[in-house]
């Protein structure tokens, strides 16, 4: 963690798209200047200005989950991405403000606005640098739901708000060559990590080799805050070529959250993509 000096009432900061964005699979995208490749995580005090700048050559835009704040030269969705833009955002009120961008590995940035009269601790970064590869994989193919919360409430330490059927949302057949879905995630799930692979058979990829399973994408997501995570796991290779060969491909997908100080809990749910 890298922490700048405290900032007064009424500061600045800014926040970016990191240079190598989307140039490798699941790297920091909205950064704090210096902060490549972690996670942009910004504290103000009320009435605060944050400039926001993509100096690079990717397009992007940003949506605001939930609270918003008054921006200018900032295109906001639906306001169609571009590049090259820095504009400001005017934070007047306290809470805590989350930014995405959906055609980002890593599209979330968080802003922190104190309350008027109290002192911010300043601009940090947090953050790790998860990886992404294909090796062989191995699983059930089974369309199975283990694990997690159950009932209709949220227990206290569960990772998911409610059971697992309310907080996963992860449709049974899909089309093209990406599986898309969501988690609830709670309060107990922050600062985690979210897993989520693609498994198939060797028969379905029309493959040699030993063993039955093999991953065909993977994805890792870091949870800086609870609610609706979505996520896209794009197929490879070798997939999408079966996928265009044969018209379909059955998938097991494994989801694991993993809390940031051990308890997990492990999703699987059997998927068909069609192409």
Known sequence: MAVLPA?????????EVAERCNNYTNWQCWTAPGANPAPARVTIAAGGVITFADKTGFAANITWKGAAPTCSGVPVAPTPAASGWEGTCKFEAPGKYVLETASMYYPQATVEVSAAGTTPTGTSTTGTTPTVSTPNGSGSG???LTGGATGTGTPSGSLLVGSESQALTL???????????????SQAGVGGRLEVELLSTRASLASAGRGSH???GRLVRLLSYGGIARFTVTLDAVARR?????????????????????????????????G
């Not at 900032?7 to 926040?15: K, N, W």
């Not at 059955?250 to 999703?267: R, Y």
């Open 7 to 15: 900032l007064a009432a009424s500061s600045e900061a800014r926040i």
């Open 142 to 144: 089974s369309p199975t």
């Open 171 to 185: 449709a049974a057949t899909q089309h093209g060559g990406s599986v898309h879905g969501s988690l609830d995630v």
């Open 214 to 216: 093999v991953r065909v």
């Open 242 to 274: 079966a996928l265009r060969a044969h018209g379909r491909l059955a998938l097991s997908v494994e989801i694991v959250l993993a809390a940031a100080h051990g308890s997990s809990l492990t999703l699987t749910r059997g998927v068909v993509l069609r």
